[in-house]
């Protein structure tokens, strides 16, 4: 008896090791966060860092926002907005050519600490903190001829000036199989994984070209640390023909390019979310973007200081899309500047529900302008239906629930306002304003 229960323990034991290394257990839901492009570019400092996470802490953590994520160049001390300062960037690296913060603008990072402080705060908020990196090996350790750590190599050894990243040039192509190429990889997600990175998203990985060895060997540096890092690709459109490869070594790709506050992008999703539908799985999904909601480019790229430019009816659109598709949510707006409506868009408790927890997630139709989504509520068998007005102009959608297989009478509850709407026999119908969406639990009635 006591050899069979230890036979137990063991296999119990090994099957929870199994279970560990699958990094789709890493994000068994979509991540949600919020990430500083939209709002600082490339030039966010750690205070805004820090009140952008002390406002998800106080604010947003109770509804499932938990990744605070410094984007693009936080390894460079002079960059500017609405372009990067490619002239005379001061890069702030460390002797194995490794990219370390720039302390001007990341004080708690002097000493080589790194951002290790910065992590260790964000997670007594009971938070998770992530970057953003570039594919490949900076052009300054090539130059500089630095030693790739833990192989007998420098930098010099591992690159290739091809293919190299059109709109960025700090970095070059790591050539895969070279000697020291993956040791390259391994060193940086091995520092990393000391600061106590819990989300990286590695950019000019995905599109125009997809990098496939690249993303094998950035999988396997981050298996390799032991720390659940959860791993993020971009930029998009991701190639829909990489869509199982991708799947089966991220948690979340690019769908598209930089999303902003702009309608025609936004309509664009629900062509795009059609198409890489079937590839998402459980820990791995396709990524409409950053929402670009709330207060932007208070140093952004794109545009200047402004409150969001999408309407009210918009944003609805937007929330509701991204939910019924299972789209990561990063918000890429200033926490802080949020008013009243921002929030209510992030703190409904029943939609985020669908975000979470929906199955069977799909599109029913789309006509000209009408377009419906479905999904399922697991637990209960209720069904979650999503009715967009792409139009410019008010519209009617109708959906006949023969067509979501129901055939009794159906109790129909609006997922926005909160209001059960009363019972309904064969169709469903709703005005939607332009640009607009509603969201509705359908659950049968009990005879």
Not at 78 to 102: L, V
Not at 119 to 144: C, E, T, W
Not at 253 to 269: A, E, F, G, M, P
Request: glycine share 8%; charged share 25%; aromatic share 12%.
């Amino acid at each position: 008896m006591k050899k069979i229960f230890l036979l137990a323990i063991s296999i119990a034991c090994y099957c929870y090791a199994q279970a560990q290394k699958d990094f789709h257990q890493w994000a068994p839901t979509p991540p949600m966060g919020w990430n500083s492009w939209d709002c600082y570019g490339p030039n966010v400092t750690e205070a805004e860092v820090k009140a952008n996470a002390d406002y998800m802490a106080k604010h947003l953590k109770a509804y499932g926002w938990e990744y605070v994520v410094v984007d693009i160049r936080w390894f460079v001390a002079n960059d500017k907005s609405h372009g990067y300062n490619e002239k005379d960037p001061q890069y702030s690296i460390d002797e194995y050519g490794r990219f370390m913060p720039a302390v001007n603008r990341f004080p708690s990072a002097a000493g080589g600490k790194g951002f290790k402080p910065l992590a260790d705060y964000i997670h007594s908020l009971g938070l998770k903190f992530g970057i953003h990196i570039m594919r490949g090996v900076p052009v300054i350790a090539v130059n500089q001829g630095l030693p790739v750590k833990g192989a007998n190599v420098t930098a010099k050894d591992i690159y290739s000036p091809e293919n190299q990243c059109k709109w960025l040039h700090d970095m070059y192509t790591i050539v895969p199989g070279k000697p020291g190429a993956q040791e390259y990889y391994n060193s940086i997600f091995e520092l990393y994984a000391s600061w106590g990175l819990d989300f990286v998203k590695v950019d000019d990985l995905s599109a125009p070209i997809y990098f496939t060895e690249e993303v094998e060997m950035i999988r396997k540096a981050i298996d390799r640390t032991g720390r659940q890092i959860v791993l993020s690709t971009s930029p998009g459109e991701t190639p829909i023909a990489k869509g199982p490869h991708v799947q089966q070594h991220a948690n979340m790709w690019r769908t598209v390019n930089d999303l902003w506050d702009n309608w025609k992008q936004l309509k664009d999703h629900f062509d795009v979310f059609s198409r890489w539908n079937k590839y998402r799985a459980f820990g791995a999904y396709p990524e409409g973007d950053m929402l670009p909601l709330g207060r932007l480019s208070i140093r952004g790229e794109v545009g200047d200081d402004r409150m969001t430019k999408f309407t009210k009816d918009e944003q609805y659109t937007l929330m509701t899309l991204w939910s019924i598709f299972k789209s990561p949510l990063m918000f890429g707006g200033d926490f802080p500047s949020n008013d009243a409506f921002t929030n209510s868009l992030l703190t409904n408790r029943d939609v985020l529900a669908v975000l979470k927890y929906s199955t069977n997630n799909r599109e029913l139709f789309r006509s000209g302008d009408k377009v419906a989504w479905v999904a399922e509520e697991p637990k209960t068998g209720d069904t979650y239906l999503a009715l967009f007005n792409a139009a410019d102009e008010p519209a009617k959608v109708s959906v006949q629930l023969s067509a979501l297989g129901i055939t009794s009478s159906v109790k129909i509850k609006d997922l926005w306002t909160g209001k059960d709407l009363g019972k309904f026999n064969g169709g469903f119908e709703r005005m939607l304003n332009a640009h607009g969406a509603g969201l509705y639990r359908i659950a049968k009635t009990k005879k």
